[in-house]
């Protein structure tokens, strides 16, 4: 049913009709005079690199207040977040370590660069986040840890995982990249696993530019976190000068009595992590307001199946994932490479810019293989969510970015050219 090829294929803007009017998109993040001057103020205390920073602690603290709690260790990535985890977690090379089939590449990656191996779980098509059933049943005594991923800014059925991680009691690290502001049954997304990490990649909700963090409950393992992005050196919060190692004794101070690494929050990246986590929130609520517009015109919509939030959560749509009913194949007569493909096609000539993201799903692709199993993953119904799918809008330009009205003004061409397209081929 699904064409194969080896590169991820992206219609842009760039590749629209040119006779067609784009509004000017704003770029991610929004930098006002406040950021700026923030970021050159820490350039100007000569505070570049360290443990223990002011501009670091004043970041952490500012991410615990809102959170409304947990202990925040900032990395230098939200890969480097999840591997720092599952160090400070006890993972060890050989131990296997369960990852849904659908995610970014940096979260097997996490495991693998620390000599874990992933064991790959299916995903609930109508969320694509790691299905509960599927994680029962892929549990064996060889699992030493759980990694969910709330998937483009949806949360994942934790009471339902919560059940599994009981009955095998395993710790769960959560990968949040994608989920900064999203709360599951009036709790943060940043309190809900064992160890939760977040990246402030640019086109995060929360960016940077680069940076992550990682939030646990547990303050002996974010001292040990901390230590271990401190080259697994004993490390205190607070700032330091030279003349006061000297004074308390440079060889225990300096002691490694751990493996680490030198993962550290660059304090450019917090300074401007600062100013972006002031706004955050009424970002979020913007674009909400949007995307419950697109939930209410989805009803109406042929063929066009997107993610809810499930009960008692929120989506804050860090990313924009749609999918194609499998009745469009009969009613088309095309086959699903094809619709997709032309859907894509139709949407870019509007100036609504698409992308598959990722794909194919991890266990297909050729740097994971190896760790896809006995499953033969071309026949799952992970495997069709994702290639009957494809992202809108660009991470570049995303509707968080934009002003209420043009976000409305893409949304709406996006419905346009959706019913557009099926009436036209019917």
Not at 119 to 132: E, G, L, Q, R, S
Not at 173 to 196: F, I, N, P, T, W
Request: proline share 5%; hydrophobic share 40%.
């Amino acid at each position: 049913m699904f064409s194969e090829r080896s590169t991820v294929e992206h219609i842009s803007i760039s590749e629209q009709n040119s006779d067609q009017q784009v509004p000017a998109l704003n770029t991610w993040p929004r930098l006002n005079d406040d950021a700026i001057e923030r970021v050159i103020s820490c350039l100007k205390s000569r505070q570049l690199s360290g443990s223990g920073l002011d501009i670091i602690n004043e970041f952490e603290a500012s991410v615990e207040r809102w959170l409304g709690g947990g202990h925040v260790v900032s990395t230098n990535s939200g890969t480097s977040a999840l591997m720092v985890a599952l160090l400070a977690l006890g993972i060890k090379p050989g131990d296997t370590v369960i990852c849904p089939a659908y995610t970014w590449c940096a979260t097997p990656h996490a495991a693998l660069l620390i000599g874990a191996k992933p064991k790959f779980v299916a995903i609930d098509p109508a969320t694509y986040n790691i299905c509960p059933n599927a994680l029962r049943q892929a549990m064996s005594s060889d699992v030493k840890a759980i990694m969910v991923v709330h998937m483009h800014g949806m949360c994942c059925d934790m009471d339902a995982i919560s059940e599994v991680v009981r009955e095998f009691s395993v710790p769960v690290v959560g990968d949040c990249a994608q989920a900064h502001g999203a709360r599951y049954k009036g709790r943060e997304v940043g309190l809900l696993s064992d160890v939760d990490c977040f990246s402030m990649q640019k086109s995060k909700h929360l960016s940077a530019g680069d940076g992550g963090y990682c939030v646990t409950k547990d303050p002996k393992l974010a001292q040990k976190i901390r230590d271990i992005c401190n080259f697994g050196v004993e490390t205190p919060k607070t700032n330091y000068r030279f003349d006061d190692v000297l004074r308390d004794g440079y060889e225990v101070f300096r002691e490694c009595d751990q493996i680490g690494g030198m993962f550290r929050l660059n304090p450019l990246c917090a300074a401007l992590a600062i100013d972006q986590l002031q706004e955050l929130d009424s970002h979020i609520a913007g674009v909400q307001s949007v995307m419950n517009d697109l939930l209410t015109m989805a009803d109406d919509l042929p063929f066009f199946k997107i993610s809810r939030p499930i009960s008692g959560s929120t989506h804050v749509w860090h990313k924009i994932r749609v999918g194609i009913s499998e009745d469009a194949v009969a009613f088309t007569g095309l086959p699903m490479a094809e619709i997709r493909r032309q859907l894509r096609a139709a949407l870019a000539e509007s100036g609504i810019p698409t992308t598959l993201w990722t794909a194919p799903i991890l266990p297909l692709q050729t740097g994971l293989a190896e760790w896809s199993g006995q499953t033969d993953w071309t026949v799952t119904p992970t495997h069709f969510a994702i290639e009957s799918s494809f992202m809108v809008f660009d991470e570049n330009f995303p509707l968080i970015a934009q002003d209420k009205d043009i976000a409305r003004q893409q949304v709406a061409m996006l419905v346009s050219v959706w019913k557009q397209y099926f009436s036209e081929t019917a």
